[in-house]
């Protein structure tokens, strides 16, 4: 059906698939003859329950998760585990870090209140252009946890290999890569992601977190809220959870499973940002801004090298219904997000506009 919706390129909150919005808008009124809207239910009632359980279930499933880790959902975003993990997880009170951009950028700066950290590689000297050699960090012997975002969504790096700990656990920002391709879990003590770049709304985080790293014993100022142990021990429902979320990611849960798992959503995104990726390095006008190993199957930054040029696409997307291309002003240029539920026949679409532009003004 056509809805006029466009081709949304936005970083976050980002593109559903459609058909998962078409199901929530059929149940929107009466959700599977409860009568109500799952807006309107309670968190304890058995229907929501069940929505609950079939998402965590449906996860595990996804992710093979092992038994001996426990799967929570948790409000206030991504941002707020940069201060949970710490405080959670610092029993000597040292960390490790690698800065490869803004979002472990601001990690950094939040565990710094807690704790002892060291930043053992940096990109920063070009711009968070790449990932630093991580094969023999200089991880102090008492760290608590080497910590990574796996993905800077607004960089466009990616790590091709995870990073050698030295038998430290790993702690792992995964929110603009969440279930983007197959995931080995049992290589983190910690896995978090933010659901509304590569999942669902806005407003929740999943962390996955290895069950003896769930301490009694964190320090007495720390929140109720920002224990693990409060949510690992009340099947994140100490509170009131973020219903609406954990139904809507539920649903993309099923999707996922039902187009064949991780394995066929891998496949389906390197066939899509490829297409983006032989267009940049064969365009005149367009260059990508990551070198070429490190590159993101999820965020693709762009430059055409002048300010104004730049500008003038994407004022001619957004007219064309390519939507939210404009880059983070801390790349510039452009950026178009490519997340799981991006169509490869947006990133083609997109890809002739941009031809047919540079044949026009290059
Ligand atoms: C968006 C993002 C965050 C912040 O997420 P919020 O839910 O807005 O707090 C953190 N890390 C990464 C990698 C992100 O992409």
């Known amino acids: 059906m056509n809805y006029g919706r466009v081709y949304n390129f936005s970083a976050g909150p980002a593109t559903m698939p459609e058909s998962v919005l078409e199901e929530i808008r059929d149940e929107m009124m009466n959700y599977q003859g409860s009568g109500m809207c799952v807006m309107e239910m309670s968190h304890r009632s058995k229907v929501f329950q069940q929505i609950a359980q079939e998402a965590e279930q449906d996860l595990r499933d996804l992710m093979n998760i092992p038994d001996n880790y426990k799967v929570l959902f948790i409000q206030g975003g991504a941002t707020l585990q940069f201060a949970m993990i710490p405080m959670n997880l610092m029993k000597n009170g040292v960390a ?176 899509k940002a490829q297409v983006m990726y032989d267009f940049l390095d064969s365009s005149k006008l367009f260059k990508g801004t990551v070198e070429k190993e490190f590159r993101s199957l999820m965020n693709i930054p762009f430059v055409t090298g002048s300010k104004e040029m730049d500008a003038k696409v994407v004022e001619a997307t957004k007219a064309a219904g390519y939507d939210n291309l404009k880059g983070h002003k801390s790349v510039g240029g452009l950026r178009a997000s490519i997340y799981n539920a991006m169509p490869k026949e947006g990133v083609e679409a997109l890809v002739a506009f941009l031809k047919d532009f540079e044949a026009k003004n290059g």
């Not at 002892?116 to 968070?128: F, K, L, P, Q």
């Not at 630093?132 to 607004?154: F, K, M």
């Not at 977190?209 to 142990?229: A, G, N, Q, W």
């Not at 959870?241 to 996922?256: D, R």
């Open 96 to 271: 490790a870090y690698l800065e490869t951009g803004s979002w472990s950028k601001k990690a950094i700066a939040e565990a710094k209140k807690y704790g002892d950290v060291h930043v053992v590689a940096s990109s920063a000297d070009r711009n968070y252009s790449y990932i630093p050699d991580c094969s023999d960090l200089p991880i102090p012997e008492n760290a608590d946890y080497v910590y990574i975002c796996e993905n800077e969504t607004i960089h466009g790096t990616t790590y091709p290999t995870l990073p050698n700990t030295k038998g430290h656990i790993l702690v792992s920002d995964q929110s603009s890569m969440f279930l983007s391709k197959p995931c080995n879990v049992s290589d983190y003590g910690l896995i978090y992601a933010g659901v509304q770049k590569n999942v669902g709304p806005a407003g929740m985080v999943i962390a996955i977190i290895r069950e003896d790293l769930i301490r009694e014993d964190v320090p007495s100022y720390t929140p109720i809220y920002m224990s693990y142990k409060t949510h690992a021990d009340n099947d994140s429902m100490y509170n009131t959870p973020n219903c609406w979320a954990i139904y809507c990611c539920g649903k993309v849960f099923k999707y996922l499973k039902k187009i064949g798992g991780l394995e066929e959503m891998h496949r389906r995104n390197v066939e």
